[in-house]
């Protein structure tokens, strides 16, 4: 038996399994919490609803596949901040395979177009496509904006595309 009130060990052994637990059953949601945590840890803006953090099948930056399922590994689900000073609000934030997110890092777009041109191989390969994800991310954002300056007919318009734009990059509807 647990004695998680009196026991640190205890506690300690019953909260991994809980986390566990909630990362097999509930990814999104243990995605939001962490985000949370690590928003007020860095001083970061949060502004996400609990239905924000959407898990595709397939990394939208690598093409590779995302397992929600099982211990960590290079295809678990990580939230990148596509922008990484703008925090956790909407339209700032994607779900990528660990291994996309942390190549991506904190990197500009300079940044990973000079690791493509530098690296070769397989790692070329992928800074390539982080490139591509990155300026259609950088793509996306502008179109919300030129959205969110229309008024009228005009900016309905610009919104219907960003939503196109968004589901298409959620569902990673692009080809390689």
Same mark, same amino acid.
């Given at each position: 038996t647990l004695h998680r009130s009196t026991c640190r060990a205890c506690n300690a052994a019953y909260m991994r399994a809980y986390y566990k637990e909630r990362r097999a059953n509930a990814p999104a949601s243990e995605m939001l919490d962490r985000a949370r945590k690590r928003a007020r840890r860095l001083d970061l803006p949060f502004a996400l609803p609990k239905d924000a953090i959407v898990i595709p099948d397939i990394c939208p930056a690598l093409g590779g596949p995302i397992r929600t399922s099982g211990t960590r590994s290079?295809?678990?689900p990580s939230l990148d901040r596509i922008r990484p000073d703008e925090g956790y609000v909407l339209g700032n934030i994607r779900v990528l395979s660990d291994y996309a997110n942390r190549l991506k890092g904190n990197l500009s777009l300079e940044d990973i177009e000079r690791r493509a041109q530098t690296s070769d191989g397989q790692r070329q390969i992928e800074y390539e496509r982080l490139a591509e994800y990155v300026r259609r991310e950088q793509l996306l954002a502008e179109v919300r904006a030129k959205a969110a300056s229309l008024d009228g007919r005009?900016? #309905? =318009? %610009?919104? #219907? =595309?960003?939503? *196109?734009? #968004? !589901? &298409? *990059?959620?569902? &990673?509807? %692009? !080809?390689?």
């Open positions: 290079p295809q678990s005009a900016g #309905e =318009v %610009w919104s #219907e =595309v960003a939503r *196109f734009l #968004e !589901k &298409a *990059f959620i569902r &990673a509807d %692009w !080809k390689r």
